[in-house]
């Protein structure tokens, strides 16, 4: 297992707040990505990372910030919830084209 | 552009029945590489096969087995036998590199959930 540990596994915050997911990881992969789970449309990608502070968007990345200031940790920022952001949130990690290994999620409510 | 369809939404078959999970891809690059991943019901998300674009054998482990034709643009995902433990949501996913980063990026289907009845 690659050992990828999310935080906070659950939030519920209201609109307009920010806030911050976390993604660790021991396994020392280059890439790290983020994507979010909704019903109907399967994995999306928000944002990648693809080296220390070297990030790229994906198909859903408007209203979505990261950062990447080492190798173990990637971080999603929402800098102003909306409730279009519900959704269940996945970090995912890989080497090159090597299989993702995935956290187990974070599910996010914002009312 | 990439993108990865998988048509089945959502499938039902009894226990021992087979059942085959369709994958179908587009991408403009020579070289990429297909995934199959399973959703269980507790969530998380557990890799299955990667195959590269330059080997099309069929490929089986127990009672999975993997079709790809490239002529089709297809990597279907055959279960013999179903079980009820195989309920769970299966994706199918695409990776190629960037032509302009060499970065790698992944597109999944929307995934297919199969429910096995007893």
């Known amino acids: 297992d690659a050992g990828i540990t999310q935080s906070p596994r659950h939030k519920v915050t209201e609109t307009g707040t920010p806030v911050t997911l976390r993604c660790h990881q021991t396994e020392n992969h280059r890439y790290m990505y983020w994507y979010r789970q909704d019903p109907g449309h399967g994995l999306r990608l928000i944002h990648y990372?693809?080296?220390?502070?070297?990030?790229d968007k994906g198909e859903v990345s408007d209203g979505y910030s990261v950062s990447r200031s080492k190798t173990e940790d990637f971080l999603l920022t929402l800098e102003s919830a909306t409730s279009s952001q519900t959704s269940v949130y996945f970090c995912?990690?890989?080497?090159?084209?090597?299989?993702?290994?995935f956290g187990d999620g974070t599910r996010l409510s914002i009312l | 552009a990439q993108k990865v369809t998988q048509a089945q939404t959502e499938i039902s078959v009894v226990e021992k029945e087979d059942v085959t999970l369709d994958c179908v891809y587009e991408t403009r690059d020579t070289t990429y590489y297909l995934f199959w991943y399973k959703q269980p019901p507790s969530g998380e998300l557990v890799f299955l096969i990667r195959r590269n674009s330059f080997d099309e054998q069929n490929e089986i482990s127990g009672r999975y087995s993997w079709n790809f034709q490239k002529s089709t643009s297809s990597f279907n995902f055959t279960i013999t036998a179903s079980q009820v433990v195989d309920s769970a949501v299966y994706f199918c996913a695409l990776s190629e590199a960037s032509r302009t980063s060499g970065t790698y990026k992944y597109i999944f289907g929307t995934g297919t959930r199969l429910k096995v009845l007893a």
């Open positions: 995912a990690t890989s080497n090159s084209n090597q299989p993702q290994h």
């Open positions: 990372s693809y080296g220390v502070k070297d990030t």
